[in-house]
């Protein structure tokens, strides 16, 4: 819990419901830390009301929003006048109540908590963490394949112009986070996280600028596009032309 900065809670403004969940939180905080007043705790409800039963993605949204520009955001009505029978000098937490950024604990990565109280009895508490591209980033090393494919020949073009367009665009960007593109990623999720299908073609590259070259390649060349491109027929044995390989060195 010492790692966690921000918690964003269920926060109904009811003069007992409230105290009821910060003691909730503090009895989940103190067996691990003894330190006071270190976490910032807000509720969107104050800023856009209660949403009902979209009132747990809001609270989502709103914290990926602050891990995403490194930033928190008041909570707003009457957070000037805090709840009496709340004493936050005595708990881990205290009412965000104004603009500033969000800091990090030691080396940690930002974290926040999000409660979620359903009306019918279902509670949730989630643990969001900020995404930092330096933690666990495996380098590209060698060539890595990069298969691509679709039910049918108009959306194996589509999803090879998609994939150009996607890299293309994060290859360009000044933002570094956004711009962060990693080939063995690419490579993972098209391998492991797509399912295959009956139009395929592979491309091997060493770089994601290779990767964007022949990509285009692709799209400008309907020639290239068909030797690349195998048609595998459920239940049958494909039958590969290793040529197109051979004469453009991916193999």
């Not at 891990?67 to 805090?82: C, I, Y």
């Amino acid at each position: 819990p010492r790692t966690i900065t921000y918690v964003e809670a269920h926060g109904p403004g009811t003069a007992l419901g409230d105290p009821i969940e910060i003691q909730g939180l503090q009895d989940a905080f103190e067996p691990q830390t003894k330190d006071k007043q270190y976490c910032a705790i807000g509720a969107v409800k104050s800023n856009i009301g209660h949403c009902e039963g979209a009132a747990g993605i809001a609270e989502i949204v709103k914290v990926i929003l602050q891990l995403q520009g490194k930033m928190l955001v008041p909570t707003l009505t009457h957070s000037e006048n805090l709840n009496p029978n709340i004493i936050f000098e005595e708990t881990p937490f205290f009412v965000q109540q104004e603009l500033s950024e969000w800091d990090q604990y030691e080396d940690y990565p930002r974290r926040a908590g999000v409660n979620s109280f359903g009306v019918g009895g279902v509670n949730a508490h989630a643990i969001l963490e900020e995404y930092n591209p330096s933690f666990n980033r495996v380098a590209a090393v060698g060539a890595h394949i990069i298969p691509i494919s679709a039910k049918k020949i108009e959306s194996l073009k589509m999803a090879v112009s998609n994939l150009h367009a996607f890299l293309k665009e994060r290859l360009t960007s000044k933002d570094v986070l956004f711009s962060d593109v990693s080939l063995p990623d690419v490579a993972y999720t098209l391998q492991v996280g797509r399912v295959p299908m009956r139009h395929r073609l592979a491309l091997i590259v060493e770089d994601i600028p290779t990767l964007v070259e022949k990509l285009e390649s692709l799209i400008n060349d309907q020639e290239l596009f068909d030797k690349e491109t195998m048609d595998i027929k459920a239940g049958s044995s494909p039958q590969i032309n290793m040529d197109p390989l051979v004469e453009n060195k991916d193999l």
